[in-house]
């Protein structure tokens, strides 16, 4: 099992629609949550950020975080058609000793039609 | 304004030849990463540094080498070695350590042949 799973899409709506990304995770380590956006032939931009289980709000994204179910979430309000892009998750984890250790999906292509 | 420049953007490459993409950022980050993303394989880590002068092997550093002589900076050399070298290579730094949300460069786009 992949400690961590996205599906790749694609993924295509209209205009407007609510768009739900998700990834889960098979690692119970993981405490610190991230979603970034890759435009076509460009680096990935962090989008958001949490370092705990809920929702997080930042104008038309919120991220949420489901750790019993290990399971996260991006959802987009008013999809623009600038949103097209693909969403990478990645999460890390801490270990006693000082370790660390940060995984990207491969993340889900999204295209938004006018 | 601050961020992370890579350069060249894209870069062409004889088959056998040495060649060293740039990474500077002022952030003032202390860790700098690099990375390698190829079609449907998502973000590989290839080596990584959290302070000047030492760096860590990644998951696929074989035919890659680095150096962190100053903070700002962490150039990557793609060596003759490295069997597959053509692919869409990131560089990305973070505060202090791993663990913390990363910031990337526009990347460089290298083509051997």
């Known amino acids: 099992q992949k400690e961590v799973e996205q599906d790749p899409g694609p993924l295509s709506v209209p205009e407007g629609a609510i768009v739900s990304l998700n990834c889960t995770y098979s690692?119970?380590?993981?405490?610190?949550f991230m979603w970034y956006r890759q435009y076509s032939r460009k680096g990935p931009e962090l989008l958001m950020y949490?370092?705990?289980?809920g929702n997080k709000e930042d104008g038309r994204f919120t991220a949420q975080v489901d750790k019993s179910s290990k399971y996260i979430s991006l959802f987009i309000r008013d999809s623009q058609p600038s949103d097209s892009a693909t969403y990478l998750c990645a999460m890390s984890a801490r270990y006693q000793g000082g370790s660390e250790k940060l995984v990207f999906g491969k993340g889900t292509k999204l295209t938004v039609n006018p | 304004d601050g961020g992370i420049t890579q350069s060249p953007k894209y870069l062409f490459r004889k088959e056998g030849q040495n060649v060293t993409l740039s990474c500077e950022q002022n952030l003032n980050h202390d860790a700098m990463y690099w990375y390698r993303q190829d079609p449907g394989q998502g973000l590989r880590l290839i080596y990584y540094s959290q302070i000047v002068n030492d760096f860590q092997k990644g998951d696929i550093a074989e035919g890659y080498s680095v150096s962190r002589e100053k903070k700002e900076s962490f150039p990557l050399t793609v060596t003759s070695a490295q069997k597959n070298p053509t692919a869409f290579y990131l560089c990305?730094?973070?505060?202090?350590?791993?663990?913390?949300?990363?910031?990337f460069g526009p990347g460089t786009r290298l083509t051997v042949t």
């Open positions: 690692n119970s380590a993981f405490q610190y």
């Open positions: 949490t370092y705990s289980s």
């Open positions: 990305a730094s973070s505060y202090q350590t791993m663990f913390r949300e990363q910031y």
